[in-house]
């Protein structure tokens, strides 16, 4: 069935460094969205991209779609302290499916 | 205005046991999920609610697990003859969209079975 694998599981970092994850499937997806998860909290959705190629800003947030439409990545620049969670990418593209996301930890 | 609601908030039940989970998602949305976590995983999809039917149950595990949005708005999750094995976070996210657009989830219900 539809799989989105995420890279890397983990990730700490020092305050002010930069974070990326990625997401990779084996098959086209028609649209992939991204949601963070705050430790004890829910996921909150934050951005969804739907064409070739699209990228994507959210002031320190950079949502990247490939070209072949088989991967995406999200891109912190600079993290903070407020970054902490964990990230997980999702398509509808046949079953709802989540990855098993990438966690971040930030290290004042 | 308010967000997506759930209840219980934890649920403690032995083994066997029947639960209701319940969900009230944000008025006017159309679309409804459910899904479970378990720690250190993400959302596993269980069944997606277009109005009242079921659109797509493929995510149930089994015939143990039954969803029902009788109204379109607020959805029942039901689990028969509980196992340990049921045991995880299981949340209810709504979506505005009829094309599956972002999801806004409910805290969720952490259910535990002993």
């Known amino acids: 069935g539809q799989q989105v694998m995420q890279i890397p599981q983990y990730q700490h970092v020092q305050e002010g460094e930069d974070f990326t994850t990625y997401c990779n499937s084996s098959t086209t997806l028609s649209n992939i969205q991204w949601y963070k998860q705050r430790p004890g909290g829910h996921p909150v959705f934050l951005i969804q991209l739907v064409k070739s190629g699209e990228v994507k800003k959210q002031k320190r947030l950079t949502f990247q779609f490939g070209e072949a439409k088989k991967n995406s990545s999200l891109h912190i620049t600079a993290t903070q302290t407020t970054d902490v969670g964990t990230y997980f990418c999702?398509?509808?593209?046949?079953?709802?499916?989540f990855g098993d996301g990438t966690t971040l930890t930030v290290k004042p | 205005g308010a967000g997506v609601s759930q209840t219980p908030s934890n649920k403690v039940t032995e083994k066997g046991k029947y639960v209701e989970l319940r969900c009230d998602p944000i008025?006017?949305?159309?679309?409804l999920y459910w899904y479970r976590q378990s720690l250190g995983q993400g959302p596993e999809f269980l069944i997606y609610?277009?109005?009242?039917?079921?659109?797509?149950d493929s995510g149930l595990p089994n015939d143990r697990f039954f969803a029902v949005r009788p109204e379109g708005s607020v959805s029942t999750l039901k689990i028969q003859r509980t196992e340990r094995g049921d045991s995880a976070v299981y949340l209810c996210a709504s979506s505005p969209s009829p094309d599956r657009g972002e999801q806004y989830f409910g805290p969720g219900t952490r259910l535990t079975v002993t």
């Open positions: 999702y398509t509808n593209a046949g079953k709802s499916t």
């Open positions: 008025s006017g949305h159309t679309a």
């Open positions: 609610f277009q109005g009242t039917g079921a659109a797509d």
